[in-house]
């Protein structure tokens, strides 16, 4: 078999794919002489809350951004606790760091891999303030069960969509069942700029107002402030997101098609493939196996050596990162079996709509060559 390369990322090439849309629409943006807060921002925001059929949406600098500044609008900050997972990107329990509150985590469901809602009532103490939910790879959290135990305890409840737009539940759409969405737009997420982006879309009228104002110093009128931050999406990011999500149902579709592809090829091997719970729109930000632990690297460096660029997501849960800021001395140690077992055997493959079958195929049979090795 001759060797291939099979890059990790498929930017490049969805930006060859819609190089006069793009390049257009940049020119638009820089002819027009107003790059923050200017029409291309507004335009993309009215069609962000449409997509999500959702109220509003606020462009921000970054996913990280959107949690934290969704955060300080619904008065989650400090002396207030919030359930979430481990398994997630750092930037998750980091902006419930920054809006000054503590991150819990509760343990995750080892089919999906999102949060095990069975396990968060036990977490619940008289200062638990909000869940949030990360819809991890791509696939929705179980809104259904998160929100009926935060309409029990009175919490509020922001959805982690960084990796999943476009995605749905069984019986529910994202947004539809709590107080605010956040999501990113950094270049490798399934709609993503060439650089950093965020939102925030809900349909509370007075989150939509708080971080509206919040993102942009404070101010509503000219020189006039109340406490903010500087976190704006600049028109030139909104102008090409504007251009990519007219296509982001088809690109999704095609991510589960590859995802599809990936799972009936894989069947015969020792791996743990991604579970798609019934009747969800799962969109494949990241298509993740799970091998044993103790032979994770020896298959990562064996595909790397064949030219594929596999990584993982996330090897280190946030809980055991020496660099987790907020854990005081006398905190014990979560319990979080299911979320460590993720992290040490979690192999991410090349997986974005540009991917050919090639790839794809060259990338399955470099793993029944690896599972040939193994005896
Ligand atoms: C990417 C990501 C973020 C952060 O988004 P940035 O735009 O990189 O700040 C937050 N949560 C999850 C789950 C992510 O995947």
Same mark, same amino acid.
């Given at each position: 078999?001759?060797?291939?390369?099979?890059?990790?990322y498929?930017?490049?090439?969805q930006?060859?794919?819609?190089?006069?849309? *793009?390049?257009a629409?940049i020119?638009?943006v820089? $002819?027009?002489?107003?790059?923050?807060?200017?029409p291309? #921002?507004r335009r993309f925001?009215e +069609?962000?809350?449409?997509?999500f059929?959702?109220k509003h949406a606020?462009g921000?600098n970054?996913? =990280?951004?959107?949690?934290?500044?969704?955060?300080?609008?619904?008065g989650?900050?400090p002396?207030? +606790?919030v359930?979430t997972?481990?398994?997630?990107?750092f930037a998750t329990?980091? %902006?419930?760091w920054?809006?000054?509150a503590?991150?819990?985590?509760?343990d995750?469901?080892?089919l /999906?891999n999102?949060?095990?809602?069975?396990?968060?009532?036990?977490a619940? /103490?008289?200062? =638990?303030k909000?869940?949030?939910?990360?819809?991890l790879?791509?696939?929705?959290?179980?809104?259904?069960?998160?929100? @009926?135990?935060?309409r !029990?305890?009175?919490l509020?409840?922001?959805?982690d969509?960084?990796?999943a737009?476009?995605? &749905?539940?069984d019986s529910f759409?994202?947004?539809?069942?709590? $107080?605010?969405?956040?999501t990113?737009?950094i *270049?490798?997420?399934?709609?993503g700029?060439?650089?950093?982006?965020?939102?925030?879309?809900?349909?509370? $009228?007075?989150?939509?107002e @708080?971080?509206?104002? #919040?993102?942009n110093h404070?101010?509503?009128v000219r020189?006039?402030?109340s406490?903010g931050?500087n976190s704006r999406?600049d028109?030139?990011h909104a102008a090409i997101?504007s251009?990519k999500?007219?296509?982001i149902?088809?690109?999704?579709?095609?991510?589960?098609?590859?995802a599809? %592809?990936y799972t009936?090829?894989?069947?015969? /091997?020792?791996?743990k493939?991604?579970y798609e719970?019934?009747g969800? @729109?799962?969109v494949y930000?990241?298509y993740?196996?799970?091998? +044993?632990p103790? !032979?994770?690297?020896?298959?990562?460096e064996?595909?790397?050596?064949?030219?594929?660029?596999?990584?993982?997501?996330?090897p280190i849960?946030i809980?055991?990162?020496?660099?987790y800021p907020? @854990?005081?001395p006398?905190?014990?140690?979560?319990?979080l079996p299911?979320t460590? &077992?993720? %992290?040490?055997g979690?192999i991410?493959?090349p997986?974005?709509p540009?991917?050919t079958? %090639?790839?794809l195929?060259?990338?399955?049979d470099? *793993?029944?060559?690896w599972?040939?090795?193994?005896?």
């Amino acid at each position: 078999m001759a060797q291939m390369t099979v890059s990790f990322y498929g930017h490049v090439r969805q930006y060859h794919n819609l190089k006069k849309e *793009i390049d257009a629409a940049i020119s638009q943006v820089l $002819d027009s002489g107003q790059y923050v807060l200017g029409p291309a #921002l507004r335009r993309f925001e009215e +069609e962000l809350a449409e997509y999500f059929s959702l109220k509003h949406a606020v462009g921000v600098n970054s996913g =990280t951004d959107a949690l934290w500044l969704a955060f300080m609008a619904l008065g989650i900050g400090p002396g207030d +606790e919030v359930i979430t997972v481990a398994n997630t990107f750092f930037a998750t329990a980091e %902006a419930i760091w920054i809006a000054g509150a503590k991150p819990v985590f509760v343990d995750t469901d080892p089919l /999906t891999n999102n949060i095990d809602v069975t396990k968060i009532e036990q977490a619940i /103490t008289p200062r =638990t303030k909000a869940i949030v939910p990360v819809h991890l790879y791509g696939q929705p959290a179980d809104m259904t069960a998160v929100s @009926r135990i935060a309409r !029990k305890h009175n919490l509020l409840v922001v959805e982690d969509c960084a990796q999943a737009i476009g995605a &749905a539940g069984d019986s529910f759409k994202i947004g539809e069942l709590s $107080d605010a969405v956040c999501t990113s737009f950094i *270049i490798q997420k399934n709609l993503g700029t060439f650089g950093d982006g965020g939102a925030v879309i809900t349909n509370r $009228d007075d989150v939509a107002e @708080r971080v509206r104002v #919040l993102r942009n110093h404070g101010s509503v009128v000219r020189s006039v402030h109340s406490m903010g931050y500087n976190s704006r999406l600049d028109d030139l990011h909104a102008a090409i997101l504007s251009v990519k999500l007219k296509h982001i149902d088809e690109w999704n579709d095609k991510r589960r098609q590859l995802a599809m %592809a990936y799972t009936e090829n894989l069947q015969d /091997t020792s791996l743990k493939l991604p579970y798609e719970a019934p009747g969800y @729109r799962h969109v494949y930000h990241l298509y993740v196996v799970e091998t +044993e632990p103790e !032979k994770r690297s020896a298959l990562l460096e064996f595909l790397q050596g064949a030219g594929i660029d596999a990584k993982c997501h996330y090897p280190i849960a946030i809980h055991q990162q020496e660099g987790y800021p907020w @854990r005081q001395p006398a905190d014990p140690a979560p319990s979080l079996p299911n979320t460590e &077992a993720n %992290a040490a055997g979690c192999i991410s493959l090349p997986m974005y709509p540009e991917l050919t079958d %090639a790839e794809l195929q060259y990338t399955v049979d470099k *793993i029944y060559q690896w599972e040939q090795t193994q005896g």
